[in-house]
């Protein structure tokens, strides 16, 4: 070959190679976040739970990058979901509490708030949503509206795992946006949806939110009966289950989740998608109380589900991207309305929206493990607050008020608010939690007087009795009765 037919091939070589590797390096990445419901600190084996088998999860921890210090936005439902789909405090749409099914005017608006699915749609993803809404019932909030091509779920915050009734004893199952009576153990159906998702969307970006229906009540594995039909009804009873049944049943519901994760991952690898798509775990709020009373669902934390001691707030965390990120574990302060700048921030997509941000991007800490600058962090729910300001945390409840040093007292075991050597801090940062309400609670969520014992009203009563015609849940011996 001639010395100028070799000089031009390797030239073309080149700039082929350099037009693939653009090409490679533009690809938008694939985004899988999962939700789980309820799930607390320790829900998970890699966490420290007890009597928990979660291989596959732990296998993304072990090769991504774990968090031990993440919170969520709120101690109950709604409002952690509202922070990740704006990347605000869920104050600023005016919600503190939850949405409730019985009520279809109120919700998370995507015409007047940031919606992250809306973005990711926005910048070119399929989007698909398996599981548990609970971001308002109407129409106008529903997942079609928040740019969701996909939904296979529940609007409700929690359903039947086998009849898929609700809490207002209606069945609330969908599939491609459409009610169904689709026939199935819910988590085992999720996880099915989001397979045939990714079978069909594989060529193109794709953005899957997972909220999971587990492990909130009612407690059900994948092979006990029914709790609610179309002539008997309960909120839930695990209350009165013995601790073996209530682990057992925890633990299934766990499992079946853990299994999903080994079927999206086995999906992913089929497609060699695997390096190309960020996951992200993690939990709406910590465990419910029964589950703290029969085992150390929040580890060693005080607290739980409803409460903002850190057994209510504080969440497993993990990311995972196979290549692109270090196995680690990072200590660093996150909260769930973090996600949305994060994600953008790693997909490259800038945001526009006129609508203020509270989360930050912690690309840099994830994929760096570089420090979070410090910033003061709220939760508020009801007519209780809390904050954090560097290790001191300080909480505003109805009985009065607390301050705890967690890197001291992690536990929140020692009362400080007595204290005269902080009573400056203790000044000082329950006028910042003042001053945080005036500037950022709208709606009902501002009118609320901190630790006066308001609570929201429950407009979704129901004559039960009548209902159940008298019938009760029981558990006697091995087994329940309803009788």
């Keep these: 070959m001639k010395k100028s037919n070799i000089l031009l091939f390797a030239l073309a070589t080149l700039v082929l190679f350099g037009s693939c590797s653009t090409n490679i390096e533009r690809k938008k990445p694939n985004v899988i976040v999962i939700l789980a419901d309820d799930l607390g600190y320790a829900g998970l084996s890699c966490f420290g739970g007890e009597g928990i088998a979660t291989p596959h999860l732990d296998k993304l921890a072990q090769n991504g990058v774990k968090c031990t210090n993440f919170y969520a936005n709120s101690t109950v439902c709604s409002p952690t979901r509202v922070a990740l789909f704006s990347g605000r405090y869920q104050q600023r749409v005016g919600l503190d509490h939850i949405y409730f099914h019985c009520v279809d005017s109120v919700g998370l608006d995507p015409k007047t708030n940031p919606s992250l699915p809306l973005i990711m749609k926005d910048a070119g993803y399929k989007t698909g949503v398996f599981g548990k809404w609970h971001l308002g019932s109407g129409e106008a909030f529903q997942p079609k509206q ?103 049943r925890y633990s299934e519901m766990v499992k079946s989740m853990d299994d999903g994760v080994g079927m999206i991952m086995q999906a992913l690898r089929k497609y060699n998608i695997e390096d190309n798509t960020l996951i992200i775990f993690t939990s709406d709020n910590g465990g419910e109380g029964v589950g703290v009373k029969h085992g150390k669902v929040n580890g060693e934390h005080r607290g739980h589900k409803v409460q903002l001691y850190e057994g209510g707030i504080k969440v497993p965390a993990l990311f995972y991207w196979k290549g692109q990120l270090t196995p680690s574990t990072n200590e660093n302060k996150m909260l769930t309305m973090d996600l949305l700048p994060t994600i953008m ?82 000044k000082q940062m329950q006028e910042a939690c003042l001053a945080w309400k005036e500037q950022t609670a709208t709606g009902f969520p501002g009118q609320r007087q901190f630790g006066d014992g308001v609570r929201t009203p429950w407009p979704c009563t129901r004559d039960l009795d009548t209902y159940n015609a008298g019938k009760k849940y029981y558990w006697e011996n091995d087994g329940p009765l309803i009788r």
């Design 146 to 248: 928040h740019g969701f091509d996909e939904f296979t779920g529940f609007l409700d915050g929690n359903i039947d795992f086998v009849t898929k009734h609700n809490t207002e004893s209606e069945v609330d199952w969908f599939v491609h946006h459409q009610p169904s009576t689709q026939e199935g153990y819910v988590t085992n159906l999720l996880n099915q949806a989001v397979v045939d998702f990714i079978d069909k969307e594989h060529e193109h970006p794709f953005f899957i939110y997972l909220p999971e229906a587990a492990v909130h009540v009612p407690m059900q594995g994948p092979n006990d009966a029914p709790l609610r039909t179309d002539d008997f009804y309960v909120y839930a009873v695990q209350h009165k289950f013995p601790k073996n049944e209530y682990m057992r």
């Design 345 to 426: 921030d790693i997909c490259d997509i800038e945001y526009t929206l006129p609508y203020q941000l509270d989360g930050i991007s912690v690309k840099e800490s994830v994929f760096e493990n570089k420090p979070i600058a410090e910033r003061d962090l709220f939760w508020m729910h009801t007519d209780r607050i809390a904050m954090q300001r560097g290790n001191l945390k300080f909480l505003w409840l109805t009985n009065g008020i607390e301050l705890y040093d967690l890197k001291a007292d992690p536990l929140e075991q020692i009362n400080l608010a007595e204290s005269q050597a902080y009573q400056s801090e203790l």
